[in-house]
């Protein structure tokens, strides 16, 4: 499986992005799909993340400002970011896992594959 993230950006705290990682290969809708950031000097931390059936997971500090989704029919996971924070400055990985657990849902070594990374950055 090949990831390729897009709509990252520069905005204003309070603004909104979405974004989009469109996936190659076959299976697409068996797979786990996740979105992680990395703030420079940071390590990688886990957002958001959307298993076949739907069932979506969300770190606490985006939860009720971002969404996952996914479109099966487009091969594509999305992250509506809103009501965005400087502190969600990061460079943004889409992933995709084909035997992730339940309980390894928000560690990033339970992925299998990983994009290339979306740069967001948000100003004050």
């Known amino acids: 499986v090949q990831l390729q993230a897009s709509g990252g950006g520069l905005v204003q705290a309070g603004d909104s992005l979405r974004l989009s990682c469109a996936a190659s290969g076959h299976s697409f809708r068996r797979y786990t799909l996740g979105w992680f950031r990395q703030a420079p000097g940071m390590e990688r931390e886990f957002v958001a993340a959307i298993r076949y059936n739907n069932h979506v997971v969300y770190a606490d500090s985006v939860k009720g400002r971002f969404t996952i989704s996914r479109d099966n029919a487009k091969n594509t996971v999305y992250l509506q970011m809103n009501r965005l924070k400087p502190e969600d400055t990061a460079v943004y990985y889409c992933?995709?896992?084909?035997?992730?657990?339940?309980?390894?849902?928000?560690?990033?070594?339970?992925?299998?594959?990983w994009g290339q990374g979306t740069l967001v950055t948000v100003s004050s």
């Open positions: 992933t995709a896992s084909s035997t992730i657990i339940s309980s390894e849902i928000s560690n990033h070594r339970s992925y299998n594959y």
